[in-house]
């Protein structure tokens, strides 16, 4: 096995990894709240790569073209108008079905999924997009030879590091803050957090806007490090993604984090070593075993019935 190729996968998987454990947790909180799958949340992310470009432009038409302050930028409006997607998710395809059976909601939510691929669709064209590249080169390690060395791009840096400052302000948001106590008290019981005051409707929109804002910066970095997207990415990575979630046990902030990490390394030395055409096949394979040995994921608790 050469060490090269080995390091440089782990490297790979950790910066995809961070991308998944971003998206997953909005999967896990809103599962957490309401018991519900959201499956438009890839759209979501798509969304945001789209949004990317298109605040790209308007900066460059602006005049601003330092790329530290682009990024910042780019990102920041990108979570803003992120967010009002995820709320309008929340008011349009679950509000109004919240007393309703189980399956309402997941049907309007793969309705609204559809909704969302279709409106980016028609609106910005079925074709590829791209922008252009704001973070070149990177950091060599390990480097013996023209072809022997382990590359670190710029790009998979600030992917890594913006994911744990995300992470970490959001644990601090749900840990320390009353709006995270909130959070946590309608997790536990939503009927019995409202007989004690807590408006449970906002707290649901809430965990929305932060589950749609965490997608916005995996689709805003990863945006940048690729370039390329089209209107049917939030598909396929909205399904990893839940996987990931599943994978570190659906409702845990932490578990999802890992199920993104575990997932992502576990598909780059995959694809690295074995064969690139099957690496999905192998993360749900590993997701099956999981789940017979651990239904509740590497870090989920089993779900206990309120009485």
Not at 59 to 68: A, H, V
Not at 91 to 118: C, F, V
Not at 179 to 196: H, W, Y
Not at 237 to 249: C, E, H, Q, W, Y
Request: proline share 3%.
């Amino acid at each position: 096995m050469n060490a090269h190729i080995l390091l440089q996968q782990l490297v790979n998987g950790v910066v995809l990894g961070s991308v998944y454990g971003l998206i997953a947790v909005g999967y896990t909180m809103v599962y957490g709240i309401i018991g519900m799958i959201n499956f438009a949340h890839g759209e979501v992310y798509m969304i945001a790569a789209y949004l990317t470009a298109i605040f790209l432009a308007a900066l460059t038409l602006l005049g601003i073209q330092s790329p530290p302050v682009v990024i910042l930028m780019v990102l920041i409006l990108t979570m803003a108008v992120t967010a009002l997607y995820g709320w309008s998710i929340e008011r349009i395809a679950y509000k109004p079905l919240r007393h309703s059976t189980r399956l309402a909601p997941l049907i309007s939510a793969i309705g609204m999924s559809l909704i969302l691929q279709n409106f980016v669709r028609i609106a910005q064209g079925a074709r590829n997009q791209g922008i252009p590249t704001l973070l070149d080169g990177g950091v060599r390690l390990m480097e013996n030879g023209p072809e022997q060395f382990v590359q670190i791009t710029h790009a998979q840096i600030l992917i890594v590091v913006t994911a744990i400052v995300s992470m970490g302000a959001l644990w601090y948001l749900i840990q320390g803050t009353a709006m995270g106590r909130a959070c946590r008290a309608v997790q536990q019981d939503r009927t019995m957090a409202a007989l004690l005051g807590v408006d449970t409707d906002r707290i649901i929109s809430v965990v929305f806007v932060l589950g749609a804002s965490m997608a916005a910066v995996a689709g805003t970095l990863v945006t940048f490090n690729y370039g390329s997207f089209d209107f049917f990415i939030g598909f396929v990575t909205g399904i990893k993604a839940f996987t990931a979630a599943v994978l570190g046990g659906i409702g845990s902030l932490p578990g999802a984090m890992l199920g993104g990490l575990v997932l992502g390394l576990s598909e780059s030395i995959f694809s690295g070593f074995v064969n690139t055409d099957y690496k999905d096949v192998f993360a749900f394979s590993l997701l099956v075993l999981v789940l017979i040995f651990r239904p509740s994921g590497l870090l989920g608790h089993p779900e206990v019935e309120k009485v």
